[in-house]
């Protein structure tokens, strides 16, 4: 085959088809094969890339985008980063919206790939200056003086967030461990990757257990095992994760199994993957591996679980890796980083 027939078509062909890495210390230390999907390695270094593709190709061929359009959405970062990669590519302009309190890495990728970057001070779901409500009502603004059109993502109510983890993830995990997969476990954010890929390893084996590990303050864990999404105690560093309510991404997925995992749990873990695996990764990464041990040891040795490595830990240097902001949340510095 030729070099040319060789090439990917652009940004869009680079997102997706990652590795599964075996992460040895976990496997190791439980008697399973624990293996992450290596997301961080899309272009937009994160699991979000794949919905922000899906949901543009699937607004373009409902007629939703057109050339020159401007997209508007409401994220902690990683679906803003992604959209702003896939729209500078078709030919689209990005209006992010995001709370003032994400990393600032994640804020200066965007103004980098000329996203619009509007910052508003965090506030809960129900407040209506929240971000999500924020992102929603400038859309509406817009839409009536943009020629081109406005689509507003609105990734937590729109099925194609989920579907591009059902086409996708999902199949490239089934065919990675040639069908040996026995559990499956992330954390929510939206629950696309959650319901898209469990959905998806279901049907090819209906005994594969699927697990939800969720952030301290997040909904899901008491949502999962009593259908009641009330939040837990406490709150935690991870950023782009902890879902607060039912949506229509989430209200009908089932799991077999879910706990609620504090930063006390996973941040060793965090810096367990550097030390010794060699992956600089983001705080839901380390939650989800710390949900894949649990996983392990629920199952027992001889399992193979698969998680997700959702984003890089470049996007968190200023303040997962940096010892002034772990010394004031209260974490153990590792001693690579004392100062
Ligand atoms: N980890 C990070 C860092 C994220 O940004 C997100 C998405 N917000 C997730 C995990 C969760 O992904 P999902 O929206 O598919 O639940």
């Known amino acids: 085959m030729s070099a040319v027939n060789e090439a990917k078509s652009g940004v869009l062909g680079a997102i997706g088809n990652t590795p599964l890495l075996r992460l040895k210390h976990a496997s190791a230390e439980t008697g399973c094969e624990i293996l992450g999907k290596a997301e961080f390695l899309n272009p937009g270094m994160s699991v979000k890339d794949r919905p922000a593709l899906n949901m543009i190709l699937e607004a373009e061929r409902r007629g939703q985008l057109k050339p020159g359009g401007l997209i508007v959405e409401g994220t902690a970062g990683n679906t803003g980063i992604g959209l702003a990669l896939v729209a500078n590519a078709r030919g689209y302009r990005t209006r992010i919206v ?112 699927i697990g939800c590990a969720d952030p301290a303050g997040a909904a899901m864990y008491h949502f999962f095992t ?10 935690s560093v991870a950023e782009g994760i902890g879902l607060g309510r039912s949506t229509v991404i989430v209200e009908d997925v089932s799991v077999d199994v879910a706990w609620t995992i504090p930063d006390a749990e996973f941040m060793p873990v965090l810096f367990d993957l550097v030390a010794r695996e060699g992956l600089l990764l983001g705080a839901s990464a380390a939650l ?31 303040k997962l890796f940096n010892p002034e902001f772990l010394r004031g949340k209260g974490f153990d510095v590792p001693s690579w980083l004392e100062d």
């Open 98 to 209: 995001m709370p003032n309190t994400q990393s600032q890495e994640k804020v200066a990728f965007l103004k980098a790939c000329g996203a619009e970057v509007v910052q508003v001070p965090a506030k809960p779901f129900s407040d209506p200056q929240q971000y999500q409500h924020v992102a929603r009502r400038i859309a509406e603004e817009l839409a009536e003086e943009e020629p081109a059109g406005v689509l507003f993502a609105d990734q937590w109510n729109n099925l194609d967030n989920r579907a591009a983890h059902y086409s996708t993830t999902g199949p490239e995990i089934w065919e990675q461990t040639g069908g040996a997969v026995d559990g499956f476990i992330c954390a929510v954010g939206t629950g696309g990757t959650l319901g898209g890929v469990s959905t998806y390893l279901r049907q090819q084996k209906a005994g594969v257990t």
């Open 226 to 235: 009593s259908g009641e999404a009330k939040a837990t105690e406490g709150g």
């Open 288 to 318: 989800n591996v710390a949900g894949a041990i649990r996983l392990a040891r629920e199952l027992g040795p001889g399992h193979t679980i698969v998680t997700i490595l959702c984003d890089s830990g470049a996007r968190y240097q200023s």
